[in-house]
């Protein structure tokens, strides 16, 4: 059975930084596309950013690129992404899946920016 879980969420001011961690299992971590998808209360998912399984170059949404990075521990079947120099935009519900999309999604976590 494929499961995410998702945690690290949080309340920060703007200007911080969170840490976000996914744990995948039911599939083989280390040979999947992972991605992290947000949203936001009253808006629809949003893509946020992508990582392959072993090098390649992450990729990002304009709105988080060179503020977010993502990575990958195919050992732990986890993924990370780091948030720096957050936004009271970044307010959302943050999930994480693999590339394709599979169903059911986790539970995210919540991240709050606000002073």
């Known amino acids: 059975q494929v499961q995410f879980v998702e945690s690290g969420g949080g309340l920060v001011q703007p200007g911080g930084s969170l840490r976000l961690t996914c744990a995948a299992s039911?599939?083989?971590?280390?040979?999947?596309?992972m991605t992290w998808f947000r949203q936001a209360l009253g808006k629809e998912r949003e893509w946020v950013a992508t990582?392959?399984?072993?090098?390649?170059?992450?990729m990002f949404a304009d709105s988080v690129k060179g503020r977010f990075t993502i990575s990958r521990d195919n050992a732990k079947n986890t993924m990370s992404l780091q948030m720096n120099s957050l936004k009271p935009e970044d307010t959302a519900v943050y999930y994480c899946?693999?590339?394709?999309?599979?169903?059911?999604w986790g539970q995210g976590t919540q991240v709050t920016v606000s002073s």
């Open positions: 899946n693999r590339v394709p999309l599979s169903t059911p």
């Open positions: 990582i392959v399984p072993i090098g390649g170059i992450p």
């Open positions: 039911g599939f083989d971590f280390r040979t999947t596309v």
